[in-house]
């Protein structure tokens, strides 16, 4: 199995940056791709971006220019770089691991004034 633990919400000003952090242990020589997704109030779970393990990046189009997902396979971790915070960004962030699918606990990011 895969363990998953995030770090790094957060409260910030609109225009603001924060960066995201999903440390990976156990069984992770299996996962094929390492991904973001978020859930503000009300909403469903969407993707944010997403990493394979060749190095193919997606990202939505609502982050496209203004998140990227850096990794660092020697810490086993990826990150969420989030600049240009937009108040719509406010949302509880998850990392996702697969195959198998496997979640982190979530971190909160609000960006407000």
């Known amino acids: 199995q895969v363990q998953l633990v995030e770090s790094g919400g957060g409260l910030v000003q609109p225009g603001g940056s924060l960066r995201l952090s999903c440390a990976a242990s156990?069984?992770?020589?299996?996962?094929?791709?390492m991904a973001w997704y978020r859930q503000a109030p009300g909403t469903e779970r969407e993707s944010v971006a997403g990493?394979?393990?060749?190095?193919?990046?997606n990202y939505a189009a609502s982050v496209k220019g203004r998140f990227t997902i850096p990794r660092d396979n020697a810490k086993n971790t990826v990150y969420l770089q989030m600049n240009s915070l937009k108040p719509e960004d406010t949302a509880v962030y998850y990392c996702?691991?697969?195959?198998?699918?496997?979640w982190g606990q979530g971190t909160q990011v609000t960006v407000s004034s």
């Open positions: 996702n691991a697969a195959p198998p699918s496997t």
């Open positions: 156990g069984s992770i020589l299996r996962v094929l791709r």
């Open positions: 990493i394979l393990n060749g190095g193919r990046i």
